[in-house]
Nanobody, 115 residues
Framework: QAQLVESGGGLVQAGGSLRLSCATS????????MGWYRQAPGKQRELVAG???????NYGDAVKGRFTISRDNAKNTVNLQMNSLKPEDTAVYSC?????????WGQGTQVTVSS
């Protein structure tokens, strides 16, 4: 089971900001890498940002410098702060958790950026 609860997303104008959150259990949070992928209509799924249980971070090239991923240890939550949003950021954003070779996915949340 994924045991991932996503929140955030919605509609925003270009240049605006949104925050996505992905909550899970304490055990999963402390042992899994977590992060976000996105998929726009007609495009392949791409990495947005990921963070390991040890705090190592990587970002997709398209979002570097605009998005920030972080871990909230008190809430067992991974947050994705998205700033300077562009219409091309419009996609379904899915939280994931990964333990070894196995990846679990959240249900996804729509982010729409209007021009």
């Amino acid at each position: 089971q994924a045991q991932l609860v996503e929140s955030g997303g919605g509609l925003v104008q270009a240049g605006g900001s949104l925050r996505l959150s992905c909550a899970t259990s304490r055990t999963i949070f402390s042992t899994n890498a977590m992060g976000w992928y996105r998929q726009a209509p007609g495009k392949q799924r791409e990495l947005v940002a990921g963070i390991t249980s040890g705090g190592n971070i990587n970002y997709g090239d398209a979002v570097k410098g605009r998005f920030t991923i972080s871990r909230d240890n008190a809430k067992n939550t991974v947050n994705l702060q998205m700033n300077s949003l562009k219409p091309e950021d419009t996609a379904v954003y899915s939280c994931y958790r990964r333990y070894g070779p196995v990846t679990y996915w959240g249900q996804g949340t729509q982010v729409t950026v209007s021009s």
